[in-house]
């Protein structure tokens, strides 16, 4: 953005969160000049705290939210196909509870869930005997009777960051931890002043801004426009707890409580379990959210009393938590308040816009950067049409025999490296894994070991490629290392960044 003739992007987006993710790649691809920036990370903060599900939403059919579920259920099946390293089917069981609803209700949304799915590749959702039967194995002798469906379960934080990488393949620039400090119009275009991490300021020129910060959606419009607007959002965190693995199997668990809401219990990076989550109501946003101790009892009491063994919170290894910035429609509780999101434009046929995006959610990001795309068409024209549904996300090509034939190609191509280390970096980069192995052909050839099957090989792959600069960007959203690499490993590791790698 310096030297020679100025730049003038046809998007900054702000917020590289999945919505500004998503929304990059597709107007990249589209031939427009984009720029997208984060006060943070990619994916720092909601997009990397989810319950890591891509699903319909089985629970807004009790809300009567018909095309939201069918839309989602859509996505569900388009980022299947286009992310197979990142996404699988996973089944879900639900412990059923007579108190609560009865069996024949549980069994017609199930198969509305089903109808609405429209030829999905998904298994179909029936009823289990849970006696004596894996799935019951874990459950308290109670619940005799349950049912089954599939989801989608997925890695949050690199679906969101290989958005971004793809968005750079099509020549989009992407800067990190740096903050949007204020924009004008000037030109018939925004001249927006961005702030680094170190505190130096830069201006860059844009003819559309996009607003896509999440729980921050209100401060930015406010920075930029002088008001937050009549549309609010419901602030809502959820946390969750990763376990030591509380049973044996690969199914997930629907448990549901006495207050209405639901909780998951879903297998985890091989040896753990994660359980998730809570809503509890915020009234600005967090840039660093944390569990709190009512918030993990109440997770471990759900857990407790559907399972035979009782879950406490010193049993964690760790916790997370995230914003979910939901379009405030005047539902009572968060439960109920719809998952649809609302797209807003400031700014006349004349003026350089700004559009707000109010809400939304990890499964259906790509229609959502669609419909802005869609809304923008007056300012964009000779825009070209939609692709991002037919074209794999990066590493995501592999071909008829699927993550079974990648790691049948890896093992021949690198027969002296682990097995669980080339599945552990095929689910993380799917045909991009060679590109991270190299040359080498042993573990001493990937260069200094930090734990967790973390290789120096990987850091340098991750810092060069996709934008990591700390521990924390490696460890637990570029991989999810930190689950397995002790305190030393973290201390190596960080000289190993300070260092500039190999």
Not at 118 to 124: A, E, I, Q, V, Y
Not at 159 to 167: H, Q, R, Y
């Amino acid at each position: 953005m310096s030297g020679g003739a100025e730049t003038v992007f046809d998007l900054l987006i702000v917020g590289a969160g999945i919505n500004g993710a998503g929304l990059a790649r597709d107007a990249a691809g589209r031939g427009l000049k984009v720029l997208i920036v984060d006060q943070g990370d990619i994916g720092g903060a909601t997009s990397s705290a989810s319950t890591k599900l891509i699903h319909g939403g089985l629970r807004y059919l009790e809300h009567y939210e018909f095309g939201l579920v069918r839309e989602s259920l859509a996505e569900r099946e388009t980022l299947l196909a286009i992310a197979p390293h990142l996404v699988r089917e996973q089944r879900f069981v639900i412990p059923h509870t007579p108190a609560l609803r009865p069996r024949w209700m549980i069994r017609l949304g199930l198969a509305l869930y089903d109808g609405l799915a429209r030829g999905s590749s998904l298994k179909r959702a029936e009823g289990v005997d849970l006696r004596g039967t894996p799935f019951g194995a874990p459950l308290r002798p109670e619940f005799a009777h349950g049912f089954a469906y599939s989801d989608l379960a997925t890695d949050d934080a690199r679906l969101t960051l290989l958005n971004v990488v793809s968005a750079a393949q099509f020549g989009a620039q992407a800067m990190t931890r740096t903050k949007l400090v204020g924009a004008r119009r000037e030109g018939g275009a925004w001249r927006a002043v961005l702030q680094g991490e170190d505190g130096t300021q830069r201006e860059c020129a844009a003819r559309i801004l996009v607003n896509a910060a999440g729980p921050w959606t209100a401060a930015v419009r406010k920075a930029v426009v002088g008001d937050a607007g009549p549309e609010t959002l419901r602030l809502v965190k959820g946390s969750h707890l990763v376990t030591p693995r509380l049973y044996e199997g690969s199914q997930a668990y629907l448990l549901q409580n006495d207050d209405g809401r639901i909780a998951f219990v879903i297998p985890f990076e091989g040896d753990f379990s994660l359980v998730g989550t809570t809503e509890v109501s915020l009234q600005a946003p967090d840039a660093a959210p944390r569990i709190d101790a009512a918030e993990a009892e109440y997770l471990c009491a759900l857990v407790s009393r559907f399972f035979r063994a009782t879950l406490t919170p010193d049993r964690a290894v760790w916790s997370y938590s995230g914003i979910r910035a939901l379009y405030d429609d005047g539902q009572g509780s968060a439960t109920a308040v719809s998952r649809e999101y609302r797209l807003t434009v400031d700014g006349g046929p004349k003026e350089a816009p700004l559009l707000s995006i109010f809400g939304g959610k990890l499964t259906t990001y790509r229609r959502l950067a669609e419909r802005v795309l869609d809304k923008l068409r007056p300012w964009l024209p000779g825009l070209r049409p939609a692709w991002s549904g037919q074209v794999h996300l990066p590493g995501g090509g592999l071909g008829p025999h699927g993550l079974a034939g990648l790691l049948l190609e890896l093992a021949r191509r690198y027969p002296r490296l682990p097995p669980e280390r080339l599945e552990a970096l095929a689910r993380r980069h799917g045909t991009l894994a060679a590109r991270v192995l190299g040359a080498a052909q042993t573990e001493g050839e990937l260069g200094e070991h930090f734990g967790g099957g973390l290789h120096a090989a990987e850091v340098d792959y991750l810092v060069a490629h996709e934008w990591a600069r700390t521990t924390e960007d490696i460890l637990w959203r570029r991989t999810k290392c930190g689950l397995r690499v002790d305190a030393a490993g973290r201390a190596r590791l960080a000289d190993h960044i300070e260092g500039g790698g190999t």
